[in-house]
């Protein structure tokens, strides 16, 4: 067997890969393009599939980012921080643009294979209910829908027992507002979070000086741009469905676009949303 080592200099063209590691080697892209596996011969069920798988790729890395965001702030790591917080950003932006390509699909391309889908649906990904409950969106009822597969519902469970991203944001702002005198601890946040009135008006103190709290407004705002496209991101699936498929219910069993559109009324940091219009 040749020991020649690989030479990084030689000219693409020429470079044999046959003892290092190649593009492909590194990606796993025979494992990743062998787990397509549509269930009709209907041509756009492909399309179907590789939206959805992509889209879990990308929510694998938002967890990945939120979960070092949220370690780095509990360090102080401000800069870290921001930097993972506008990656999120970027990458639910990247999810909107995957909807323009779906909608390709027309309602007769979708009714070709959407009976093989059985009772499957979107609404049972545990990586978006993980990102939901790590950005502070804790609703307990809806780890029902995972109670079969005991490892995600423990997953889900664990991220529900420790603070979410934003009641450590919100002890941080508490901290740095109250200082050393504060007499009202930073509140535990509802379950969904509801609007807090001591939350916003700390948060009113950091926008009438931002000079004096420009770390906090800095936080404040890259929040507002996170939810800002995650907003848009779950309002392109609403338009997505309703292009597609209408009224009807949803495989999973949901009321589909009614059921969608209820939960664009979901804010994850309502306070930031519902101070502006006291500035």
Do not use: C
């Not at 529900?160 to 200082?179: H, I, K, Q």
């Amino acid at each position: 067997m040749s020991s020649k080592p690989y030479d990084p200099g030689t000219e693409g063209a020429k470079m044999s890969f046959r003892w290092a590691m190649s593009y492909g080697d590194y990606l796993h892209l025979e494992d990743i393009l062998a787990h397509q596996h549509p269930l009709t011969d209907a041509h756009d069920e492909l399309l179907f599939v590789i939206q959805h798988q992509t889209s879990e790729l990308w929510m694998k890395q938002v967890i990945h980012e939120l979960s070092a965001a949220r370690a780095a702030l509990k360090t102080g790591d401000m800069p870290k921080m921001f930097k993972m917080l506008a990656r999120v950003s970027r990458i639910f932006e990247q999810l909107n643009s995957q909807w323009d390509v779906l909608r390709t699909m027309t309602p007769a391309d979708y009714t070709r294979f959407r009976d093989a889908l059985g009772p499957s649906s979107g609404f049972q990904s545990y990586q978006y209910r993980l990102i939901e409950y790590v950005l502070g969106n804790r609703n307990p009822n809806l780890l029902q829908p995972h109670e079969h597969r005991p490892e995600i519902h423990k997953m889900l469970s664990d991220e529900l027992a420790r603070p979410s991203f934003y009641d450590e944001v919100v002890a941080l702002l508490f901290r740095t507002v109250d200082g050393d005198d504060r007499q009202v601890p930073a509140p535990v946040l509802d379950a969904p979070h509801a609007p807090n009135p001591d939350i916003q008006a700390r948060w009113k103190i950091v926008y009438e000086d931002v000079d004096t709290y420009w770390p906090l407004y800095e936080l404040a705002e890259k929040l507002v741009d996170l939810e800002d496209y995650f907003r848009r991101w779950r309002f392109n699936h609403v338009t997505t469905v309703e292009r597609v498929i209408g009224f009807k219910r949803g495989t999973g069993g949901t009321s589909g676009v009614q059921y969608l559109r209820r939960m664009l009324s979901v804010e994850l940091f309502p306070e930031l949303w519902h101070l502006r219009g006291e500035l």
